[in-house]
Each structure stands twice: as C-alpha cells, then as structure tokens.
C-alpha cells in the first residue's frame, strides 16, 4: 500500500463521512461530462468566464442559488464552504446543518460539503452540468477536497500559503505544505481519468496593501508547488489593487512569469490561466459606488486579458450578499463584457521591469535556501521573512515590510523588512512617496490607503 493510499484511509475514517466507494468515484470522474471541468472550459472559451461566490447551509438553498445563478448566465458556479468545516469541524458542522435544516435559518456560512457527503451533492452538480468551483480557505484540505472530486466539483481554490497566512494565527505552516501536497497528487491522479482537475491560488492574500511583487510570488511558488506533483492545468490570481494601471502591469507580468517558471521545471504542457478578483477590501456603504466599482473592475478585468472574473456584489458592506444580489453581479458582469470593445493595450516599461526584478530576485532567494526541497524552501523564506504579507495574522509571518499608497493609488514598499528587495527598486518605489510626513501622518495615510474604496 503506497503512502498516498494509507494516508486516504486515515482521513476517510472519520466518523462524519459518507462511505467512499472509490472503484465507483474513479468510474465516475472517467465518465463525468466534460461541461463540469473549467480546464474544458477554458480551453474552448470564446469570452472571459464569470463566477461568483456564493454558498448556504442546506441542499434546497445552494440548489435555489444555482438555479438564479444559472437564469443569470453563469459561466462557473461557486461552492463556498462554511467555517466549522474549514476549520475541520464536522461535528459542529453536523449540529448547525440540523439546525438549519429544521428551522429554516442560516446557521452556517456556507455548505458543509463533508457532512452532506458526496452521494447527495453529486446529484447537484450533475443536474446544473456546469462548472464548479470549490472555495473554502482551509489549510488542510485533504478530506475536503477527496469529498469535492467525488461529488463532480473539478475545480479546486487555494494552496499552502494562500489558505494559510491571510486566515490563521498558529496552524502549523509545514503541516500545511505537507497536507497540501496530499492534495496536489489527489488532483493529479483524477486528471489522468479525464480532463485535467484545475487548480486554483488564492491572489489576493490579506487584501490589506498586499505589494505586487509579493503576491506574484506566492502565485507562482503554489503553481510550482502543484506542477510538481503532476497537476497540468492551474490558475494564478490576483485581485484588484486600487491603481488601474498597477493592476494592468501586475497581470502582465504575472502572466509572463508564470510562464518563464513553468518552462524552468520542464512545465511548458500545463495549462495556466488568469483570474481576477473584483475589489476584496472594504466595500462603499453606498450601493450605488458599490455596483461602480464592481464595473470597474469588470473594464480592468479585460484589461489585463484575464481568462476569468470572480465578482462581488453590492451588498458586501451590510452582509451576507442575498442569491438576488449575486445573481444581479453576474448578469451586470456579462453585459459589461458583451460591450467591451476596442480596449487600448496599455504598457508601462518601467513598471514593469521594476516588478520583474522584484519579484525575480525574491524568487532567487528562495531557490537558493539550502533546503533539499521546494516546500522547505519556501517555508523557511517565509520563516526567515524572505516572503513577508503584510497585515497576516500568522505568527510565521515578519510583518515587517510596510507599504503605502502613492498619489496615483499605486501600493509602495517603504520599508522592505527581510524581502530582498533590489536597492535599485527599493530607491525607485520609496522615491514615489512623500516620505517627509511625520510618522502619525504617515501611519493615517495606510489607515486611509486600506479603506480607500468606501
């Protein structure tokens, strides 16, 4: 028995878990449609695709979700996660889906997928016959994720450090990569049944002033964390920063570097895709704004040539987004598309080489740990604050690299902590700033820059 096969055995002895017939759940994936695979998708898509999010407590009301989602047009259907289940949980799981079930009130933040098991969710998925997308923020996935496969959801978001950092204060971060890595082999196993599972990174981190450089590369390490064990189709990510322009040069370089690294390991087949997230921070209160943001970063979405767009939705300030309101995003995002022509291709050279060194010095300095593998590297470059997301929660995390907006809204690295940022680059972002403040001046203007869209 391989370690992969004892360790499946362990997980799926839990005590909330239906029964896995694997002989059946191969059979199946061999079989399924290839309407419920986004990597088919994408590689027969003659528009940009749209997915919002979205995810309830009980079968009838996830299943009423995709009902509107669908009469909406929807191109990827969200299957968001509740947060006892990403936290393993499923016994607290267990109790408020009863209690959801019986009361007709919401007791959960999302569908507890464990605890509905894959038998019943299946019969969802295949009656909408369209992609799903599993989104969930859990660092250790590896039961979660065998439960999505069997259901039909080939799709699957996050990573080590993108479902790490921005979500816990102390969950163990090499367990994380080793649980992970569990789940990058489960998906490229499937792949070789059908078409290929895709994977998904999680760009936009805190969402708080998360500089480019380290976002890129996060995305690109997670890619090649999954490339390596055999995944062929995956998405980097990044959400909407505040800065057209910032936004514009960061996709460009994204999408060249992820390339560049993919062919570095001998990569060149897989498949790799773009996703943009709408704005992740703080939402106007004013409703109105609210929609104009989200159009915009419709318009910004094409810019970069993003290959998908996860929308939001108006009411993200007040609450949990009624299925009305998502739905109401996604038919607004399809018509802004539709009548989206003639954009201009917009270059900033100097942006761009700037970013490139960046990120490809901090790259540098993570190949060159000791460590004997990729993972350990990582995990001590972010030990050793090499990597450094501002505003994490995690104990690993330095936080010492601080950043701020510059007048035309672009995110500034002022101080660069342990990240080896190259001086020639450091001197370039800090001459942007108006440095000269005081430092209470200087700390209301972060405090500003993070809720710059309300």
Known sequence: MSLLQ??????????????????????????????????????????????????FPTYKKQFALYEFFTDANVDILPLTIDSNTRLNDYGTAQKM???????DVDMLNGYPLVNHGYRTTRKMITHFDRPVSLRHGTPDARLLIETAIASGIFEIEGGPITYLLPYSKNFPLDKAFLYWK???????????????INRESFGPLTATLVPPSITIVIQLLEMLLALEEGVKSFSVSFAQQGSMSQDIVTGAVLKKLARYYAEQIDCADADIHLVYHQWMGAFPTNQNFAEQLINMATVIASMVGADKIITKTREEASGIPTKEANAKTV???????????????VVD???????TLEVKAIMEAVFND???????????????????????????????????????????????GNVPIPDRCYDYERAQCDLSKDQTSIVNDIIHD???MQ
Not at 37 to 43: C, D, K
Not at 97 to 103: G, H, I, Q, T, W
Not at 182 to 196: Q, T
Not at 331 to 345: S, V
């Open 97 to 103: 889906l009863r209690l959801s079930e019986e009361n």
């Open 6 to 55: 004892e360790e499946r055995e362990i997980i799926l002895s839990n005590e909330f878990v239906d029964t896995f017939d694997f002989a059946e759940v191969e059979d199946f994936v061999k079989n399924a449609s290839k309407n419920l695979f986004i990597s088919h998708r994408f590689r027969n898509k003659d528009k940009m695709l749209v997915q919002p999010r979205g995810g």
């Open 450 to 452: 993070i809720g710059i």
């Open 331 to 345: 038919a607004d995002t399809q018509y802004t598309l539709r009548i989206l022509n003639g954009l201009p291709n």
């Open 349 to 355: 050279e100097e942006e761009e080489e700037i970013l």
């Open 182 to 196: 569990y789940v990058e082999r489960v998906c490229a196993n499937y792949s070789a049944l059908n078409e290929p």
């Open 370 to 416: 000791s460590a004997d593998t990729l993972w350990r590297k990582v995990f001590n470059s972010i030990k050793n604050g090499v990597i450094d997301v501002p505003f994490s929660p995690h104990i690993i995390n330095h936080n010492e690299m601080i950043t701020i907006r510059d007048d035309q809204k672009n995110i500034r690295i002022i101080k660069r």
